[in-house]
């Protein structure tokens, strides 16, 4: 569950990474992870640049998609974001490249709350819209200045570092915006709605 089609361990101790850095705040629960854990639910989706493509739909049924030579086209932020796996390892200071969903939105007329993220594999997640704007959220392509590996979601995963790292699906394709909120595949199966790692907001009704 640390990332989109992965299947969450159970929630229990034994995980042993290094303590807090001095100084650094950590939700509750977590430990620190210099690694990069994945955790999949099935096979890695064989999808190429020159075959992705990410289309937006409203809840007037109105379309906008974007290939990869568009994406590359768009401007291009830098975040450097923490991380946080409900399977509760958190990593600082990743360092990603990608498009950010203010910009690939603005122009995308919608009053949804609401938005289900699908990806090649056919993995869903649902999350507010307003948890996808304002600097919160990204296309990303590249980790560690290098193209994404498709074990991580290549050639494109969705990133939004201030929620459980479910919420950042990988190999996305699609952002579906809607009026009311529907679960997608792990909150079908009791994990919660949002995924607030400073609050725990692991399971349904936490």
Same mark, same amino acid.
């Given at each position: 569950?640390?990332?989109?089609?992965?299947?969450?361990? @159970? &929630?229990?101790?034994?995980?042993?990474?290094?303590?807090? /850095?001095?100084?650094?705040?950590?939700?509750?629960?977590?430990?620190?992870?210099?690694?990069?854990?994945? &955790? !999949?639910?099935?096979?890695?989706? +064989?999808?190429?640049?020159? #075959? =992705?493509?990410?289309?937006?739909? #409203?809840?007037?049924?109105?379309?906008?998609?974007? #290939?990869?030579?568009?994406?590359? @086209?768009? /401007?291009?932020?830098?975040?450097? $974001?923490?991380?946080?796996?409900?399977?509760?390892?958190?990593?600082?200071?990743?360092?990603?490249?990608?498009?950010? *969903?203010?910009? %690939?939105?603005?122009?995308?007329? !919608?009053?949804?709350?609401?938005?289900? $993220?699908?990806?090649?594999?056919?993995? #869903?997640? +649902?999350?507010?819209?307003?948890? %996808?704007?304002?600097?919160?959220? =990204?296309? @990303?392509?590249?980790?560690?200045?290098?193209?994404?590996? /498709?074990?991580?979601?290549?050639?494109?995963? *969705? &990133?939004? /570092?201030?929620?459980?790292?479910?919420?950042?699906?990988?190999?996305?394709?699609? %952002?579906? *915006?809607?009026?009311?909120?529907?679960?997608?595949?792990?909150?079908? *199966?009791?994990?919660?709605?949002?995924?607030?790692?400073?609050?725990?907001?692991?399971?349904?009704?936490?």
């Amino acid at each position: 569950m640390t990332e989109p089609s992965e299947v969450p361990p @159970a &929630l229990t101790p034994g995980f042993h990474g290094r303590p807090r /850095p001095d100084g650094v705040a950590l939700p509750p629960g977590q430990y620190v992870e210099d690694g990069f854990p994945v &955790l !999949s639910a099935g096979p890695t989706p +064989n999808v190429g640049a020159a #075959t =992705w493509s990410l289309t937006v739909t #409203t809840e007037a049924g109105a379309s906008t998609s974007w #290939t990869w030579a568009d994406l590359m @086209a768009l /401007p291009q932020e830098t975040p450097t $974001v923490d991380i946080h796996c409900v399977t509760r390892w958190s990593k600082f200071g990743t360092r990603w490249k990608g498009v950010s *969903l203010d910009v %690939l939105l603005a122009d995308v007329e !919608s009053t949804a709350d609401f938005a289900m $993220v699908g990806s090649y594999g056919g993995y #869903t997640t +649902n999350l507010p819209v307003a948890d %996808l704007l304002g600097g919160k959220a =990204w296309i @990303a392509h590249t980790f560690d200045g290098k193209p994404l590996h /498709p074990e991580h979601g290549g050639p494109a995963r *969705l &990133l939004v /570092p201030h929620l459980y790292f479910w919420k950042s699906a990988k190999w996305v394709r699609s %952002l579906t *915006l809607m009026p009311t909120d529907k679960p997608g595949f792990w909150e079908r *199966l009791g994990y919660h709605d949002l995924g607030d790692p400073w609050r725990e907001q692991r399971y349904q009704g936490d």
